[in-house]
């Protein structure tokens, strides 16, 4: 199941480990025995903590953010201003957004882009929980995919849904490097994306 480890429950934690991104085997192993090497409670928080994570988090019925409720924070918060969507492919994306302290509106995870050879049509994404939430008032729409074929795709069909609709449908600027993921790029550069975001 987990490879070929004989029962070595090392090779089986390494084996896991080397399955997350950007997790080699040498790092797997180096994290296998940082955790063997610590104390024990440590090891079994962080394996109840996984193995009850699919539980314990459900996407916003608003937005498709990743929380504890229902409806996350940022949807709940009076302080945002409603009539400003910023639309990504994934939850990390938005954390990278935020952490630019840049965008006071709210957001619309698409958990995915277009990608025919993937087998992700225009009809996997949820496109219309954004339709009715901009038919609800939006009046800008900021589309902040990727810089790469899937997310210049996906940016413009969304474009090309809302264009009907008749809001403001911008994109993010190119300072992020191209196929670069917004997950990876600095605040500064992702706060000058937004700023210098162009319609659609």
Not at 76 to 104: H, N, Y
């Amino acid at each position: 199941m987990h490879g070929d480890d004989g029962g070595d429950p090392i090779a089986e934690l390494v084996s896991l480990l080397a399955r997350l991104p950007s997790v080699g085997e040498r790092t797997a192993t180096r994290l296998a025995f940082h955790v063997l090497g610590g104390d024990p409670s440590y090891a079994q928080a962080l394996g109840a903590s996984l193995g009850s994570i699919h539980e314990r988090v459900v996407r916003c019925e608003r937005c498709g953010n990743y929380g504890a409720e229902r409806v996350c924070p940022i949807c709940l918060d009076p302080r945002r201003d409603e009539a400003l969507i910023c639309v990504v492919a994934r939850v990390p994306d938005l954390v990278a957004i935020e952490r630019s302290a840049t965008f006071r509106g709210r957001y619309h995870v698409l958990h995915g882009l277009l990608a025919p050879l993937d087998g992700i049509a225009p009809e996997d994404l949820p496109l219309d929980g954004l339709v009715e939430r901009v038919r609800e008032g939006v009046k800008e729409v900021i589309v902040a995919t990727p810089l790469s074929v899937e997310g210049e795709a996906t940016a413009l069909y969304i474009a090309e849904v809302l264009q009907p609709l008749e809001v403001s449908c911008s994109r993010i600027a190119s300072g992020v490097p191209h196929g670069g993921e917004l997950e990876f790029t600095d605040q500064v550069t992702l706060g000058r994306a937004l700023e210098g975001r162009k319609l659609l």
